[in-house]
């Protein structure tokens, strides 16, 4: 099924390695327990795991997008540890100051879209950047493949971005306060009786299927980005597979950045929706100042 096994490449040779080592066992526990439940699940429906999944061996137990995540996880330590090096503020080395120029664009970022005090956001959004960029970066590379050109992988980003602006939401404002920021202004209550429902269904609506639109979105583009690279490269072998390649590489370095900035970006706009960085200027504001609006 498209929304759970993509196919068409072979699956690089790491991911082969891992399952002939550790398939047979992962594939034992999967039998006994997921296997059970889907089969289960799948049958209020009149269909099963496998046609829905795909086939349960020892050769997929650890799906290549679960390794090819993993690997990224550990890539995005690698990298920032490589790159921070020695730091140092008199002489600068090259990774530090990339990895300066890196802190810097995310940080302003967040603080242009959240505001000064999105800054303790930071960490958690930052981590988004740097996984998605190095999981978009991974199919670049030989023996590699995005993790996120598989929507498995894409939607538990996007579900890992909804729970995390909700959690904001709910810690500042409270439960009550933070669902009631869903029906919208205030308005007068003749008003309020048709329109303030009509909206809260709206924003809910919207809200709830923020983790699907995260998800496709990502997986799209860099699903649509590896065919491309595949198809073209593949056209007329031996020929389209030595300069054609590099210059498809250039547009696959652009995807992933573009892709990491718009992931980032909504991600800072979730968390902008559900803090209410004004409080901060009305306490601090002066007797004589305007009260700021309202809405």
């Known amino acids: 099924m498209f929304l759970f096994a993509e196919g068409g490449h072979p699956t690089p040779l790491i991911v082969d390695f891992i399952n002939h080592y550790l398939g047979e066992p992962v594939h034992k526990i999967q039998m006994n327990t997921t296997h059970r439940f889907w089969t289960w699940f799948f049958e209020k429906f009149g269909t099963t795991p496998e046609a829905m999944f795909g086939d349960y061996t020892p050769e997929n137990a650890i799906p290549w997008y679960t390794i090819m995540f993993v690997i990224a996880c550990i890539l995005a330590v690698i990298v920032i540890g490589i790159l921070k090096g020695k730091l140092s503020e008199d002489d600068p080395k090259p990774g530090q100051m990339t990895l300066e120029a890196g802190f810097l664009a995310v940080k302003d970022l967040v603080i242009s879209v959240v505001g000064e005090h999105g800054?303790?956001?930071?960490?958690?959004?930052?981590?988004?950047?740097?996984?998605?960029?190095?999981?978009n970066l991974m199919g670049t590379f030989p023996l590699f493949m995005s993790p996120t050109?598989?929507?498995?992988?894409?939607?538990?980003?996007?579900?890992?971005?909804?729970?995390?602006?909700?959690?904001?939401?709910?810690?500042?404002?409270?439960?009550?306060?933070?669902i009631g920021h869903l029906s919208g202004p205030k308005l007068p209550l003749l008003m309020a009786i048709f329109i303030t429902p009509l909206i809260f269904s709206i924003?809910?609506?919207?809200?709830?299927?923020?983790?699907?639109?995260?998800?496709?979105?990502?997986?799209?583009n860099l699903y649509a980005d590896e065919?491309?690279?595949?198809?073209?490269?593949?056209?007329?072998?031996?020929?389209?597979?030595?300069?054609?390649?590099?210059a498809l590489l250039v547009l696959a370095v652009f995807v992933a950045f573009v892709q990491t900035l718009v992931f980032t970006l909504l991600s800072s706009i979730y968390v902008s929706e559900v803090t209410h960085h004004h409080d901060d200027h009305e306490e601090h504001a002066e007797p004589g100042d305007a009260a700021p609006a309202t809405v």
């Open 203 to 220: 924003e809910l609506i919207s809200n709830m299927i923020r983790p699907l639109t995260l998800g496709v979105r990502l997986f799209a």
């Open 227 to 246: 065919q491309i690279y595949y198809q073209i490269s593949n056209l007329a072998p031996p020929y389209t597979q030595i300069l054609l390649p590099a």
């Open 149 to 178: 050109a598989s929507v498995n992988v894409t939607f538990a980003l996007g579900i890992a971005s909804f729970v995390y602006y909700n959690y904001v939401g709910i810690s500042e404002n409270g439960l009550l306060k933070h």
């Open 119 to 135: 800054f303790k956001y930071f960490p958690v959004i930052a981590t988004f950047a740097v996984l998605v960029l190095i999981s």
